[in-house]
């Protein structure tokens, strides 16, 4: 299994590359009134809004702000088409399905993660991002952008 390994608040996360469709500089994160505490806000890029999720809550990690050299690790996984905001992106690292040590077993109560891998100089801690949200969550979202795309394309053609 090949895997995104980037840095959160000093912890190594890692997603499975499949579900990974770029990782890119930080742009400029637009709050939205009345967000859940879990999205950061969201971007627009190539006519598209993007969530930016703010797994740092989803983890229980000490809350900070947007600097120049975070990136934002996109993310699409059935109805989840998201970013990430992470401190930085490491590498691509490819590890067998024997060496993850499964998440139930060291993590009673956190659902977020698929297990752990021990590499020679580090311990990455494997993100299940389809739990990262639950549908009720997922259909918020998914109004929360419809909503901001139907601003962009109004804004759009009063251009025009």
Do not use: C
Not at 50 to 61: K, N, S, V
Not at 118 to 143: A, G, M, N, P, Q
């Amino acid at each position: 299994m090949k895997l995104l390994v980037f840095q959160i608040a000093g912890l190594r996360f890692a997603i499975p590359l499949s579900y990974i469709e770029m990782a890119i500089q930080v742009v400029e994160i637009r709050p939205l009134i009345k967000m859940p505490k879990y999205l950061l806000g969201v971007i627009s890029m190539n006519s598209r809004i993007i969530p930016i999720l703010d797994i740092r809550h989803l983890f229980g990690l000490e809350k900070k702000s947007v600097e120049l050299s975070d990136q934002i690790v996109l993310v699409k996984s059935g109805r989840l088409h998201a970013g990430i905001l992470a401190d930085k992106t490491h590498r691509v690292i490819e590890i067998e399905d024997d060496a993850i040590i499964r998440g139930e077993t060291i993590s009673y109560g956190n659902t977020y993660l698929k297990g752990v891998v021990k590499l020679e100089d580090d311990v990455v801690l494997i993100s299940d991002i389809d739990t990262f949200l639950s549908r009720e969550e997922l259909d918020k979202l998914e109004v929360i952008v419809d909503n901001e795309e139907e601003k962009v394309k109004k804004k759009s053609k009063m251009k025009l």
